[in-house]
């Protein structure tokens, strides 16, 4: 059957103007207007689809340039061992040793000659005994640096830290301590102290002693500011 309307809809509907929307003049995606006009590939960059080919032949990179000695460590600074610095101190001492038995027997031959003046006084006889020790201890001090300055000043080790693969560094940024305030604050305060008459040698056994502490510090680190790290694998390699 015939719908009688159907003609009058369809005359309506053709009737009516056409007027598009603002979406079909304009087309939209996700609120961002979309262009006609098609989009052309992302250039190919050579570099990342060709890399450059690896020659078999050339000379292997310097290890050096690995070696950053203040290189701060990405997850903090490895402490080193209670056995990496008693060995550490060790060597250094048994370095030293020949340095100590010249000092003693020169000291020893000024006494058994009698070059030393007749105290009439205890006090007299302190005094010389002080001065002695300081005299001593100057000698050691001299071979001290002469024999671990330079790797000091450029390192941050002695030879028994070298040995060790351990390193001082400031414990505030793992950076290489200048060798002045080295010296002055984390030996040589030390040093002087250790000369007091009586309470010396408890200094010296307190500041060993220290060490037995969580960030394994003895008293010369906490006047200095410092810590002793380990040393990576590959830096010690390049050095």
Known sequence: MNDPNAGRFCTR???????PSQNELH?????????SEPTAPDPIDPQASHPE????YAAPLSSSAYLDPNQVFA???VLATLGDRLAG???DSLILLPILMAAGFGLGMLLINGNVPNFGTPIDSFLFEF?????????????????????????????GKV??????????????VPLGSLIMKRYATIWGLSLLPVVGS?????????????????MHDDIAKTIVIKIPNRWHDSL
């Open 13 to 19: 509907d053709a009737e009516k103007p056409y007027n």
């Open 27 to 35: 087309p939209t995606q996700n609120g961002m207007p979309m262009s």
């Open 53 to 56: 080919p690896i020659n078999p």
């Open 75 to 77: 997850n903090g600074p």
């Open 89 to 91: 101190a060790i060597i």
């Open 131 to 159: 001065l002695t020790d300081a005299l001593f201890m100057f000698i050691f001090a001299i071979g001290f640096v002469a024999i671990n300055g330079y790797l000091l000043k450029n390192r941050g080790q002695t030879i």
């Open 163 to 176: 040995v060790m693969k351990t390193r001082i560094v400031s414990e505030s940024d793992s950076q290489l």
């Open 202 to 218: 408890f200094i010296s056994l307190i500041n060993a002693l220290l060490i037995f502490r969580q960030n394994r510090k003895c």
